[in-house]
């Protein structure tokens, strides 16, 4: 198998390369500094630092409480409130803010302006056949995009128009989407209120049910109470003989 190096690009066969364990040893013996507290110490003693001191970390962000510092690190590169960087900060756009705001920091009128900015220069260098321009380049005054204007005015302008009504329906769509939204809450928040009434209305409901279940018995009850006085009514005797009534006569033979 062949691998490139990464500092001069050449590319040798597996075989022809031999690992330079010296420099790990170096390495290892390197004096370092924890990122997290005051602790110092050799390189190879850091990760066992890590795992006995800085077991559960806190995100000083958000609070939230992580097993170890690898899957803090991974948490805070998405946590939402962690303050970030633009990404077209190396252009000029240095406000920072917090993740949970990113889409109110790319409307800004700073970083739209970094961005048309950056866009005039990458299509500069494309009508002179140059590459796209550098990740290093920073724009530090406003002199070179008045340079672009004066190159090729009526194109640029044409351009920033095209830019300027793709971010003025950008905003009109983010505007009817924050419509639609709140309204979609309220009707969720109107199912929700008939819901709970729905709900007591048929906790009502059975109240009533069990109410009825209960008077049906007692009138039930009381119905055979006045079947058996009723009963009992006719063995009475008028003409002087006694009568007795006997019930269950196999039952008491």
Request: proline share 1%; hydrophobic share 30%.
């Amino acid at each position: 198998s062949k691998v490139k190096c990464n500092i001069c690009n050449q590319v040798s066969s597996s075989d022809k390369i031999i690992l330079d364990r010296g420099c790990q040893l170096d390495m290892e013996r390197l004096d370092i500094s924890c990122s997290h507290c005051d602790w110092n110490g050799i390189f190879k003693a850091y990760q066992e630092h890590l795992n006995t001191v800085h077991l559960n970390s806190l995100c000083e962000h958000c609070g939230e409480e992580l097993n170890t510092v690898n899957a803090l690190t991974e948490h805070i590169s998405i946590c939402e409130k962690a303050l970030i960087n633009c990404v077209l900060e190396p252009y000029g756009c240095n406000e920072q803010f917090i993740r949970m705001n990113i889409r109110d920091h790319f409307l800004s009128v700073q970083h739209q302006s970094i961005l048309l900015q950056y866009l005039f220069k990458n299509i500069r260098h494309r009508m002179n056949g140059e590459s796209v321009i550098s990740s290093r380049t920073r724009i530090h005054t406003d002199r070179e995009t008045d340079e672009t204007f004066n190159e090729n005015p009526q194109q640029l302008l044409e351009t920033m128009n095209m830019l300027l009504n793709g971010i003025s329906a950008l905003t009109d769509d983010a505007q009817r989407l924050s419509l639609e939204s709140f309204h979609h809450q309220n009707s969720l928040r109107s199912l929700s209120e008939e819901s709970s009434k729905l709900k007591i209305a048929i906790e009502e409901t059975h109240s009533s049910i069990d109410a009825h279940q209960t008077n049906q018995q007692i009138f039930e009850q009381t119905l055979a109470s006045l079947q058996q006085q009723l009963e009992e009514q006719k063995n009475i005797s008028t003409d002087g003989k006694l009568i007795w009534k006997i019930t269950n006569v196999p039952q008491k033979i």
